[in-house]
């Protein structure tokens, strides 16, 4: 079993940044894949980044690429989202997300273990 907390969701004006984090503890994920999500009112939840556990790959949505940056501090089992030029279409509740395996995937359905989500609101 895998835990996975998220922090540092928050308010903040069009333009600026958030760095969200994720602690996952429990069994060892060294063969994994860890992903960011998202899911805002009314909307299906979306794929916004992920990276292999070794950190050798990752692979981001359109929508954030050049915007978003995904990271891992592997001795602290920590994965972090680095969020800049936010939009207010960023506004939505952000999951952290594991699966046990190396292969990266944008499908949350083959994501085993999940947080409890973040909020994280852009305002214009």
């Known amino acids: 079993q895998v835990q996975l907390v998220e922090s540092g969701g928050g308010i903040v004006q069009a333009g600026g940044s958030l760095r969200l984090s994720c602690a996952a503890s429990?069994?060892?994920?060294?063969?994994?894949?860890m992903g960011w999500f998202r899911q805002a009112p009314g909307k299906e939840r979306e794929f916004v980044a992920a990276?292999?556990?070794?950190?050798?790959?990752?692979n981001y949505a359109d929508s954030v690429k050049g915007r978003f940056t995904i990271s891992g501090d592997y001795a602290k089992n920590t994965v972090t989202l680095q969020m800049n030029s936010l939009k207010p279409e960023d506004t939505a509740v952000y999951y952290c997300?594991?699966?046990?395996?190396?292969?990266?995937?944008?499908?949350?359905?083959?994501?085993?273990?999940w947080g409890q989500g973040t909020q994280v609101t852009v305002s214009s």
């Open positions: 990276i292999r556990w070794s950190g050798d790959s990752t």
């Open positions: 997300a594991a699966r046990p395996s190396p292969v990266l995937t944008t499908e949350s359905a083959l994501y085993k273990y």
């Open positions: 429990g069994r060892t994920v060294s063969r994994s894949t």
